[in-house]
Nanobody, 129 residues
Framework: QVQLVESGGGLVQTGDSLRVSCVAS????????MGWYRQAPGKERELVAG????????NYADSVKGRFTISRNNAENTVTLQMNSLKPEDTAVYSC??????????????????????WGQGTQVTVSS
């Protein structure tokens, strides 16, 4: 059974940094584009960042550009979201997701929720003002 397990969430203050990670297992990680989504209470799920299967292409929501960085390590089956200059509006449950497999599309990064096939349970990030 495919597993995506997030870790690293917590409670921080405005302006702090936090890194959340996701470990994948039981599928060929290197063939999948990966994304980080977040969902706050009463709001729709939002794609925060995505990365192509080899890491060569990334994209970000406008709300996090310049503050968040997504990266991946295909040797360790991990994807990480480094979050800097956190704001209270970043408070949400952060989930990683996998889209694919893409055997020939090295640079594709999906932007639609329905393109992502596997999902983790999520980790809570709370930013206090």
């Amino acid at each position: 059974q495919v597993q995506l397990v997030e870790s690293g969430g917590g409670l921080v203050q405005t302006g702090d940094s936090l890194r959340v990670s996701c470990v994948a297992s039981r599928f060929t990680f290197s063939l999948y584009a990966m994304g980080w989504y977040r969902q706050a209470p009463g709001k729709e799920r939002e794609l925060v960042a995505g990365i192509s299967r080899r890491g060569g292409v990334t994209n970000y929501a406008d709300s996090v550009k310049g503050r968040f960085t997504i990266s991946r390590n295909n040797a360790e089956n991990t994807v990480t979201l480094q979050m800097n200059s956190l704001k209270p509006e970043d408070t949400a449950v952060y989930s990683c997701a996998a889209a694919g497999p893409y055997s020939s599309s090295n640079n594709y990064v999906p932007r639609r929720v329905d393109e992502y096939r596997y999902w983790g349970q999520g980790t809570q990030v709370t930013v206090s003002s």
